[in-house]
């Protein structure tokens, strides 16, 4: 796979050594167990994938080549390059400028822009209405759209399955940046909706079986849905993609749900002609990361760390999937936790922020499941890895670990 060029501030040499490691002994990526880092009283178990994707460090060395590029030019962003508050801090300290925040809300108004000045769009992609808005000021876009690959899968397989008539239903939140940008590139071809989960999969299921009234879609999905929309017409020939940062299993939940409902209405031989199998739109590196979280709920740990962005969707569910057997806390950075007794993070179903006394569990030795999101910098795992063992004044080296590794 390619190698991206990168600011060396955000790796690890630890945590690349660790993965090098892993690589070497498991080239095929068959083997979804921890890493066990230990440092005598406290130890780590670290996801067998975490850390930046692809397309993260692809949009990462797009955007600062964008500064070396231009200097003296106006550099502006769409909004987040991605959902890492210290990767965005570092661009807004180089002197980008962000048009837009996380939910579309301006910034920067656009009739600001010239056609001399520099746009990048984020890793999410944006909206055609937006990639228009540029185009007729002359803006230059491509040169410096940092859209994911994986991102630009999904778009291709609307596009695919719209010009054969297929309504497309978008897995994703209606808010987030890759949602908005998959909407708009989705209605273009075909009727589009947007849906959240599996209850509000079947919510819209109800209009396709028949059991529930047309008339109460238009409130019930209200803001989810394309101009024109008809349930009536519009539900009886679908396909399911999504938003690359949901839960996998999910989106292949709600495709099921979705196939078994049109052939529980139109039979198996009328299958095809009525649901299109989109599988191939999953992201690996998605599906990697949260493989490598379920091998983490097979290990014996005490509490579990999930570094990441507070508004990163891949993130969250990193947390979701590990919250369902050990205590764990969602943290931006190091900077999070106080001390050995104090520690600030996030409560991501309640956008809360919250703040727990004595944390660590009273055990001889302490064993943490450690990971993060794809956008997550190692260097900052490494920080919280760093900080966490600055508690212990007997606890191993760095290279004493490592030296157990190899």
């Not at 024109?228 to 999504?242: C, E, Q």
């Not at 809360?352 to 956008?375: C, M, W």
């Amino acid at each position: 796979m390619k190698t991206f060029n990168i600011p060396e501030f955000y790796r690890s040499p630890l945590i690349s050594s660790i993965k090098q490691i892993r690589k070497v002994n498991d080239p095929r990526k068959k083997d979804f167990s921890p890493t066990y880092i230990d440092f005598g009283p406290v130890a780590f178990y670290i996801a067998r994938h975490f850390g930046f994707c692809y397309g993260v460090e692809n949009a990462i060395e797009i955007s600062f080549r964008a500064i070396d590029e231009n200097p003296g030019k106006n550099i502006y962003l769409l909004s987040q390059m991605i959902h890492n508050p210290e990767v965005n801090k570092d661009l807004e300290e180089a002197g980008v400028k962000f048009l837009q925040d996380t939910y579309g809300n301006q910034l920067i108004p656009f009739n600001a822009l010239t056609a001399n000045d520099v746009v990048l769009i984020p890793a999410f992609g944006t909206t055609l209405e937006i990639e228009k808005m540029l185009e007729e000021k002359n803006i230059e876009i491509q040169k410096y759209n940092t859209t994911c690959p994986f991102v630009e899968r999904v778009w291709k397989r609307a596009e695919q399955i719209g010009t054969e008539d297929y309504t497309i239903i978008i897995h994703g939140k209606n808010n987030h940046e890759e949602t908005r940008a998959t909407f708009s590139h989705s209605k273009y071809y075909s009727k589009a909706i947007v849906v959240k989960d599996l209850e509000e999969s079947k919510k819209l299921a109800a209009y396709i079986s028949g059991t529930k009234n047309v008339s109460e879609f238009y409130k019930e999905f209200e803001g989810k849905f394309s101009e024109g929309f008809d349930p009536a017409k519009d539900l009886s020939k679908i396909g399911v993609i999504n938003q690359t940062t949901m839960l996998a299993t999910e989106t292949q939940e709600i495709a099921d749900y979705f196939k078994k409902i049109i052939t529980e209405k139109y039979g198996e031989a009328e299958l095809k002609k009525h649901f299109a199998d989109t599988r191939d739109t999953l992201c690996y590196a998605t599906n990697e990361n949260q493989d490598a979280t379920y091998g983490l709920l097979e290990s014996n740990a005490d509490m579990a760390i999930v570094v990441g962005g507070y508004n990163s969707s891949n993130t969250s569910h990193l947390v979701e999937l590990l919250e369902r057997k050990f205590k764990t806390y969602f943290i931006s950075s190091e900077k999070e936790i106080t001390d050995k007794n104090e520690i600030h993070h996030f409560d991501y179903p309640n956008h809360k922020h919250l703040v727990s006394q004595n944390y660590f569990p009273d055990r001889e030795k302490i064993n943490i499941i450690l990971t993060s999101g794809a956008s997550c910098p190692d260097a900052v795992v490494e920080k919280v890895m760093n900080k966490i063992v600055s508690f212990f004044p007997d606890a191993k080296t760095k290279e004493e670990v490592l030296t157990q590794l190899n």
